[in-house]
């Protein structure tokens, strides 16, 4: 021990250090290297109480001699400690760590590529308008998605968000171009709850908006994106599909790694499995957020995170995911 | 839609096997549905493109894909006398839900079996087979996915058709023979004021076409497709009339329908036809639109396409009206009702390109600004803290049951009784998680979520975006010590010096330094008011380096006090007061206390790296402390 210690640290280092060798030294050992008549460290700390100024032996002397007592102490239990403490066949469980629902962990990781590729993350009201949920995505008043059935109205004007495409109309609004963001979020609709269906659920949107952006561009984020999720054998499909907020719409599916695109019950026998829209922003959406399209062109693209998440950690029930059918161990 | 091969070979010249032609048609946007039957495909349909619910419209697109030559059904185009007076059957439109509705009478049909080429095709559809006139109605609508009527003249009792809106309490039996009430302002085709068919819905029994039906009025209309999905859900009824009316079907169809029917039933009915009506709101007007070559290259990024876009557009039976280096100007086919930019033209000429062929490319354009918002990045920095206190994220559903709450926003819409309202905080629902792991029999809980909470204030419906945190356990006074520890944590990292105040609620959250509620704790629940700590023009993200950078080892010393108080004692203000005390004091923190004989004794550790220091530390906390608080410190 260095001389510049205070006497409270080096009692506290004693015992800190014993915590430490009890671990490692047999009962024998510890006893020469803490109270050996030369060289014990307790020894030699018991040593030094006639040195201290008066006020500090008041102080300290009482310290160095209770610990001296709590060491000899720990010293004739060790037969009974070290027992337990090497034995090496008992597993402590640590419940010391709390975990991310899956949706976070999994959205998370989408979070990861994107903002490598200089996108932010954006959010946006769940309370919606029919302006922004619908109309500005070039959904006119009479499309089926925008059923009594299928959407959750508030009031007259006021709905919960259908799709994540609600925080898109947004950003497209309230920002200049270029613009660049993902958008994570819970959407509802009118679902009666089963194990594939729910009232909420979690979407994943992205947009790009820039001068000069192509479906080239979209095809190549998509290609990126995927090989990062799913690694570098996935094999993608694309194909035309009709968005009403999208022109060129743009389907992507991946090959099914079950069957290997030969058809079997996962993907239905269609040997893909579908797992995002997207296409090159409609024309009239970029000019109802304010956007001029002749200037700027843009893609998007959008997926359900939940059949992604169940997927992966194997829950097969949606209610479980979200209705606290399911904890952590 | 359902695709008999051997019908879609009516009309293109393919050798292509069912598997090959299923995967063509998925890439040019009619994906293959359900495993191949047989010689028959089943392709995803979506609400946009009308004409892909006819055979003819998904040969022709699929004809353009493979560049295969498209046969149109060749029509007679006879000439068509106009009807007499005496056989005249008056038409009347009253409802403004009608665009185009047009009639012609047969009369001297025989009705019979239909030719085999006909039943088997609508077999392999999957339509019943009734009887010839019937099913040549099916098999144009099919064909040309445009619906079609014939009903026995003979069964009217007044020769009239009149369109309009049903009343109250009118009633018809369907087609099927079912008794059904119309909703009020249902479109319907009536006589002698009873109606006889839901007008796009379906046909009445009343005026059927059966066995001894010689005289025949055939109708091809085409009605406001959002009040046709609207009656047909209220009426609970799907059919393929409907699935077809209640899309953006052209106008124009009736007119090409009406013909072919025309010259079916004169082919396998007999009989003589004569033209009785031809209704038209507003007369058509076809689209011209101009695809510039700029325009093709910026969408689709490439200048490969241009010099085979008329081509393409021309499978596609656009006419193409002039073309040169830099444009292309055509005439909208009348099917094509989705096409409403010049983008979707774009969209046409990549299709039969191939998506799969279209190249890839990396965005070249420098990264934007980033517009992530603070409120994102502190939910996602608290939810690390949180996790790595031991607590479990949970994301729960923000719909509950209404309860009478005068504040809480409820739906207008729901199907489920139970769930019709939106919670006034995240207590309500994460709740039933902690109920999941108590029922797991796990005796210390710990589970937070971040998320909204929804109410109303003045007719105005908010959400707000809070931080709903559970710690559980079954003693009590542990519970609330260690709720307290987990509020400090909270607040230090949101940099929030916050006091407590008993309400009768609750104990609310206060913010020490602009005296607002940030949040509010009860029991086993502590609610934090993210939005509004976020929101404060003077918040500060202690996200970052959040206090002294050390970077040597210093020595620090440690010491513990504890003094005595009286049971309601407001103790943390000694602490308080005991770290702005000297600024050689490193750290003071709370360690526990004891209550005996009424009396708190209360332990904190203070630090310092100033070891010499540390009994002048000392002596001035005990000192000045004693004096300012009236307490008495114990060794």
Known sequence: MEDSLGISQKIEKVRDLFDTDILSLDKDSLYLKYFSKNNGIITQLMKEIPNLSLEDKKTYGPQINFLSQELLSKLENINIENKTMLDETIKIQSGDRGQLNPVTQTIREMNEFFKHYGFSVVEGPEIETEEYNFRKLNLPENHPATDLQDTLYLTGNKLLRTHTSSIETRILTDYNPPIRAVAPGKVFRNETPSATNSSFFHQYQGIVVDKGISIKNLKQTLIDFHEYLFGKNVVLRFRYKYYPEVSPGMGTDIRCQFCHGEGCRVCKYRGYIEVLGSGMIHYNTLKMCGIDPEIYTGFAFGMGLSRLVMQKYQIDDIRKLYQGGMFYK | ????????????????????????????????????????????????????????????????????????????????????????????????????????????????????????????????????????????????????????????????????????????????????????????????????????????????????????????????????????????????????????????????????????????????????????????????????????????????????????????????????????????????????????????????????????EKISAPVPEDITPISYSESEYLTN??????????????????????????????????????????????????????????????????????????????????????????????????????????????????????????????????????????????EVFLEKIINNPNFKSKKGINGKIVTEIENISKEDLTFVCHEDFSSGEVLEYVRNLNPLINEVRYLNEFLEDGKRKVTFRFSSLHSQEMKKIRNEIINNSSLKFQINFIS
């Not at chain 2, 995240?426 to 998680?433: C, D, F, H, Y």
Request: with cysteine.
């Open chain 2, 1 to 360: 839609m359902i695709i008999p091969l051997i019908w879609l070979k009516d009309y293109i010249e393919i050798e292509k096997t069912p598997q090959e032609i299923a995967k063509s048609f998925t890439e040019l946007g009619l994906m293959l549905e359900k495993p191949i039957l047989g010689e028959v495909l089943e392709l995803e349909h979506r609400m946009d493109r009308a004409d892909w619910l006819s055979i003819l419209g998904c040969a022709r697109d699929l004809s353009g894909f493979e560049n295969v030559k498209f046969i149109r059904p060749k029509l007679k185009n006879i000439e068509v006398p106009k009807v007499s007076e005496k056989d005249k059957v008056s038409i009347e439109v009253e409802s403004g839900k009608v665009n185009r509705f047009r009639t012609r009478v047969f009369k001297n049909v025989k009705v019979g079996e239909s030719p085999d080429f006909i039943k088997k095709r609508l077999e392999l559809y999957g339509i019943p087979v009734i009887n010839n006139i019937v099913d040549i109605t099916n098999f144009v609508m099919v064909e040309m996915g445009q619906p079609l009527h014939a009903q026995d003249l003979n069964k009217f009792e007044k020769r009239e058709i009149i369109l309009r809106d049903s009343e109250i309490g009118e009633k018809i039996q369907t087609l099927d023979g079912s008794k059904i009430e119309l909703p009020e302002r249902t479109l319907v085709l009536s006589q002698n004021n009873s109606p006889i068919c839901i007008g796009g819905i379906v046909g009445g029994f009343e005026t059927r076409v059966s066995s001894e039906t010689t005289e025949i009025v055939l109708d091809s209309g085409n009605y406001n497709q959002a009040s046709m999905r609207k009656t047909s859900k209220k009426l609970g009824i799907r059919n393929e009339t409907l699935l077809r009316s209640e899309k953006f079907l052209s106008p124009n169809l009736v007119d090409e329908a009406i013909t072919r029917c025309t010259d079916l039933i004169l082919e396998y009915a007999g009989g003589e036809v004569y033209e009785n009506s031809n209704y038209e709101s507003e007369k058509y007007v076809a689209k011209k639109m101009t695809l510039t070559k700029k325009r093709l290259e910026l969408v689709s990024g490439g200048t490969e396409y241009f010099k085979n876009a008329a081509h393409s557009l021309r499978k596609l039976e656009y006419e193409v009206l002039s073309e040169n280096d830099e444009k292309i100007v055509v005439e909208v086919p009348h099917f094509r009702t989705d096409v409403e930019v010049e983008d979707d033209i774009v969209a046409d000429i990549l299709r039969l390109y191939g998506y799969s062929k279209i190249q890839a």
């Open chain 2, 385 to 526: 803290l949180l996790v790595s206190l031991g607590f479990h994220e949970h994301l729960t559903d923000s719909i509950v049951k209404y309860d009478g709450i005068e504040n809480r926003i409820s739906m207008l819409n729901s199907i489920n009784s139970d769930k019709d309202s939106l919670r006034l905080s995240i207590k309500e629902t994460l709740s039933t998680v902690l109920f999941n792991y108590q029922k797991f029999g796990k005796d210390e809980v710990k589970i937070f979520e971040i998320g909204k909470k929804y109410f109303r204030e003045n007719d105005e419906l908010y959400e707000e975006l809070v931080l709903g945190v559970i710690y559980d356990i079954s003693n009590k006074d542990l519970q609330s010590l260690y709720i307290r520890k987990y509020l400090d944590s909270i607040m230090e990292s949101l940099g929030v010096n916050y006091s407590l105040q008993k309400t009768k609620k609750h104990i609310s959250i206060i913010d020490s330094n602009f005296l607002v509620e940030v949040g509010y704790f009860d029991g086993n629940y502590v």
